[in-house]
Nanobody, 115 residues
């Protein structure tokens, strides 16, 4: 069974930075298409960024130029570097691993951007 464990969330002031990590276990990490999603209170879960096995990335328009997704296949880990954070980035951030029609989720990590 594939398991994902996120870490790195917290409280940060507007303009600050955070780095989220997601460690994947239970299968061969490099096989998976990885993504970060977020869900704010009262809103639907939305895509933030994705990365293929080969490192091709894609971002939501709202985070382009501020967030960066990366992966370390030797460490079975995907990262989300978040810079220039805004209050509207406040949400629970979820890691996702997808392959052959199957998707797995982490438990989520809270990011709060507030002064």
């Amino acid at each position: 069974q594939v398991q994902l464990v996120e870490s790195g969330g917290g409280l940060v002031q507007p303009g600050g930075s955070l780095r989220l990590s997601c460690v994947v276990s239970g299968d061969i990490f490099i096989r998976y298409f990885m993504g970060w999603y977020r869900q704010a209170p009262g809103k639907q879960r939305e895509l933030v960024a994705t990365i293929t096995s080969g490192g091709t990335t894609n971002y939501a328009d709202s985070v382009k130029g501020r967030f960066a997704i990366s992966r370390d296949n030797a460490k079975n880990t995907v990262y989300l570097q978040m810079d220039s954070l805004k209050p509207e980035d406040t949400a629970v951030y979820y890691c996702n691993a997808a392959r052959l029609g199957h998707a797995f989720w982490g438990q989520g990590t809270q990011v709060t951007v507030s002064s």
